[in-house]
């Protein structure tokens, strides 16, 4: 299975390009259960984002969802043991089984890839592109120190742009990877968390800021909603979560004023977003 959380381990896989390629095409590059746009286009200096998660419908582990001991080994990464959702709906599927049955599954994924077929075969349809809106794109980004201000900045957000000061050694790089990893995690499921769980999450979170400050890194975010155009439904808002790890000498750091900070609740220390000018 490709499941992904903060305490679940993903098991490998082995799909072919090819197999991957008639999974994607089907669906559109839309999760077959909410639509939403799965591929992000780069935005600035950044390459496109892939936001979907390729699914299995029929478990290959004895210990995950909807595992069935007669399902034929070889058919296990076959396209059609397949289907292509959102990190929400991945999670939702497979930690309720019984509601989501193989059946239930693939009669999912056969009628969104009709409707995918049917749309493409009457409407011409735009490039899909994620755009900022003027005057909208944050300025500076505000540092965090609790983990409820990066709960408030992932929560609902469709993707992230992020970057990190260059690690000077490997517990460097497994602390920032596990950073990045578990608010991508916990943005995945922020959707469908209940409030003791965003209290949970939250002080998760704060313990693995604080393991950052104590090793010199400041955690900056800020949330900006950009605008998804393009594809087969109308224009909608497109939540970005822009985090940034840098070190606490890092010069690009600036003061904001006291009057400021009485404004915002925020920190008194903002890097300029890379790219501004």
Same mark, same amino acid.
């Given at each position: 299975?490709?499941?992904?959380?903060?305490?679940?381990?993903?098991?490998?896989?082995?799909?072919?390009?090819?197999?991957?390629?008639?999974?994607?095409?089907?669906?559109? +590059? &839309?999760? =077959?259960?909410?639509?939403?746009?799965?591929?992000? #286009? %780069?935005?600035?200096?950044? @390459?496109?984002?892939?936001?979907?998660?390729?699914?299995?419908?029929?478990?290959?582990?004895?210990?995950?969802?909807?595992?069935?001991?007669?399902?034929?080994?070889?058919?296990?990464?076959?396209?059609?043991?397949?289907?292509?959702?959102?990190?929400?709906?991945?999670?939702?599927?497979?930690?309720?089984?019984?509601?989501?049955?193989?059946?239930?599954?693939?009669?999912?994924?056969?009628?969104?890839?009709?409707?995918?077929?049917?749309?493409?075969?009457?409407?011409?349809?735009?490039?899909?592109?994620?755009?900022?809106?003027?005057?909208?794109?944050?300025?500076?980004?505000? +540092? &965090?120190? =609790?983990?409820?201000?990066?709960?408030?900045?992932? #929560? %609902?957000?469709?993707?992230? @742009?992020?970057?990190?000061?260059?690690?000077?050694?490997?517990?460097?790089?497994?602390?920032?990877?596990?950073?990045?990893?578990?608010?991508?995690?916990?943005?995945?499921?922020?959707?469908?968390?209940?409030?003791?769980?965003?209290?949970?999450?939250?002080?998760?979170?704060?313990?693995?800021?604080?393991?950052?400050?104590?090793?010199?890194?400041?955690?900056?975010?800020?949330?900006?909603?950009?605008?998804?155009?393009?594809?087969?439904?109308?224009?909608?808002?497109?939540?970005?979560?822009?985090?940034?790890?840098?070190?606490?000498?890092?010069?690009?750091?600036?003061?904001?004023?006291?009057?400021?900070?009485?404004?915002?609740?925020?920190?008194?220390?903002?890097?300029?977003?890379?790219?501004?000018?």
């Amino acid at each position: 299975m490709c499941e992904l959380s903060p305490r679940r381990q993903a098991q490998p896989v082995t799909i072919s390009d090819k197999t991957r390629k008639l999974l994607w095409g089907g669906s559109g +590059r &839309l999760c =077959a259960s909410c639509r939403r746009q799965l591929v992000v #286009d %780069g935005f600035m200096l950044d @390459d496109d984002s892939v936001v979907g998660e390729e699914c299995h419908i029929v478990s290959a582990s004895k210990r995950g969802p909807r595992f069935d001991p007669a399902f034929s080994a070889a058919f296990i990464d076959d396209e059609s043991n397949l289907i292509l959702l959102c990190g929400v709906h991945h999670k939702m599927v497979d930690d309720q089984p019984r509601t989501w049955t193989a059946a239930r599954l693939r009669e999912l994924k056969a009628e969104h890839e009709r409707w995918v077929r049917s749309r493409l075969s009457h409407d011409r349809t735009a490039r899909v592109r994620v755009r900022g809106i003027a005057g909208k794109a944050p300025d500076h980004l505000l +540092r &965090l120190t =609790a983990g409820r201000q990066l709960i408030g900045i992932i #929560d %609902g957000a469709c993707s992230s @742009d992020t970057y990190y000061d260059e690690p000077e050694d490997d517990a460097e790089v497994d602390l920032i990877a596990s950073f990045f990893q578990l608010a991508q995690d916990y943005a995945d499921m922020s959707g469908g968390l209940e409030a003791g769980e965003r209290v949970r999450a939250g002080r998760e979170l704060g313990v693995i800021i604080e393991e950052l400050e104590h090793a010199g890194f400041w955690v900056f975010g800020v949330r900006e909603v950009r605008r998804l155009e393009g594809g087969v439904g109308k224009p909608a808002a497109w939540p970005v979560a822009i985090l940034y790890l840098l070190r606490s000498s890092n010069p690009e750091i600036i003061h904001v004023p006291a009057r400021e900070q009485a404004s915002t609740g925020a920190s008194s220390e903002a890097p300029h977003k890379e790219g501004d000018a």
